[in-house]
């Protein structure tokens, strides 16, 4: 079956950098758009970036724009988010995600598969 599972999150200062990583199993990897989502205590889950099966296209919520950087390497079967310059409104539970087909890149509800999730705080 597939697994997704999420590492490298942790408690950071305001300014500092996290990188997490989604490990995958139980999929051919490389045919398959990873998705990166977060939810806050008592919010809704949210989008935050994807990445093509290709690697080629990326795509970011307007808040994390350069600030964000989704990558994969599909001979490890990992996605990773790289996080720069985290701020306290980033501060939530991350997960990947993916699906068999992706109907709508950035809805949590195309989304097939997850992972437990990785807790990221911000400290000011």
């Known amino acids: 079956q597939v697994q997704l599972v999420e590492s490298g999150g942790g408690l950071v200062e305001v300014g500092n950098s996290l990188t997490l990583s989604c490990a995958a199993s139980?999929?051919?990897?490389?045919?398959?758009?990873m998705g990166w989502f977060r939810q806050a205590p008592g919010k809704e889950r949210e989008f935050v970036a994807a990445?093509?099966?290709?690697?080629?296209?990326?795509t970011y919520r307007d808040s994390v724009k350069r600030r964000f950087t989704v990558s994969r390497n599909n001979d490890k079967s990992t996605a990773y988010l790289e996080m720069n310059s985290l701020k306290p409104e980033d501060s939530a539970a991350y997960y990947c995600?993916?699906?068999?087909?992706?109907?709508?890149?950035?809805?949590?509800?195309?989304?097939?598969?997850w992972g437990q999730g990785t807790q990221v705080t911000v400290s000011s």
């Open positions: 139980g999929l051919t990897f490389s045919r398959y758009t």
């Open positions: 990445i093509g099966w290709f690697g080629g296209l990326t």
């Open positions: 995600a993916t699906a068999d087909t992706i109907q709508t890149i950035d809805a949590a509800a195309s989304y097939t598969y």
